[in-house]
């Protein structure tokens, strides 16, 4: 989604003479064009993730609007205590975009992987995070940030093309209704769920389907009417199992089975969708899922 992501962002705020765009030496092939456009206001802050937050932090209090840029686990894991400390306690509007979150960094392993990010920012009360799942997410989410001013968090993962029209962005979307089993996906796993329509048509047609793009989550009224009609919920994530997602609804929804990232299982590393059919978040898991919790 990097450079969809560039691309709104330069609608939305490159022009902007107070926007500011910070980036850890990253963003090849995708950030070009807002260097171009941005000239001295696009800097690269080399390879000093906390820092980069610290200086984002003193523009954002001078009335500048940074946006900082890395790769998931090294703009969210190491730099928590300064976001905490210099962005949050005055709440800055210091916008952090993380690409490649969940394990979309595939085989370069656990250190590349961003599986607890949403926990740390939810942790964080004053904190929005926006998951996109579709590449046309990203405007409205970057309307909101400009107009919100306040912390935030961007998690930016693979979207993969769709065939259909999709409905004006909310944070929960209903993206397709049905009265067998209630399905929540975060973000771009949604792909992963719509999946099923090839493998179990019959099944996919049983499915009411709910795409959640931010964090904190409140579902909307039709979403727990429809949990409580089919009384069978699947929740499914790319995160660790606390923090994300499931700990949002956990809060709203009586019970539900949830998919969620369980690390390593098998102790070898690989691509994104070797991490997800090893975790049981691909199509053909989430399929199993879905038959299991239907018969």
């Known amino acids: 989604m990097k ?91 210091v916008t952090i975009v993380g690409n490649g979150g969940g394990y979309g960094y595939g085989i370069m392993g656990p250190t590349h992987h961003a599986l607890e990010d949403l926990a740390l920012y939810s942790s964080l009360s004053y904190m929005t995070s926006y998951v996109p799942a579709f590449d046309e997410d990203i405007f409205p989410q970057l309307a909101i940030i400009k107009n919100e001013k306040k912390p935030s968090y961007l998690r930016l993962g693979l979207a993969k093309n769709h065939r259909f029209s999709l409905p004006k962005y909310t944070a929960v979307r209903h993206l397709k209704k049905g009265s067998g089993a209630t399905v929540f996906a975060l973000g771009p796993l949604i792909h992963e769920v719509l999946g099923v329509q090839v493998v179990d048509n019959n099944l996919y047609k049983k499915l009411d389907i709910w795409c959640v793009s931010e964090l ?80």
């Open 216 to 295: 904190p989550a409140r579902l909307p009224k039709q979403a727990l009417i429809s949990a409580r009609k089919t009384n069978r919920i699947l929740v499914i994530e790319e995160h660790a199992q606390i923090g994300g997602l499931g700990s949002h609804l956990a809060r709203q929804l009586p019970h539900f089975t949830h998919l969620y990232a369980k690390g390593y299982q098998s102790k070898t590393y690989g691509n994104q969708q070797f991490h997800l059919n090893e975790n049981g978040l691909d199509t053909a898991g989430i399929h199993k899922s879905l038959h299991n919790l239907l018969k």
């Open 3 to 93: 450079q969809p992501f560039a691309a709104a962002y330069i609608s939305v705020f490159a022009k902007e003479k107070k926007s500011v765009f910070l980036t850890g030496d990253l963003g090849f092939m995708a950030l070009e064009e807002i260097r171009s456009i941005m000239k001295e206001r696009f800097i690269n802050a080399g390879v000093a993730e906390q820092n980069m937050i610290s200086v984002s932090a003193g523009m954002a209090e001078m009335g500048l609007v940074p946006f900082v840029y890395s790769i998931a686990p090294f703009i969210t894991l190491k730099t928590v205590e300064q976001v905490r400390n210099d962005v949050g306690f005055t709440q800055l509007p």
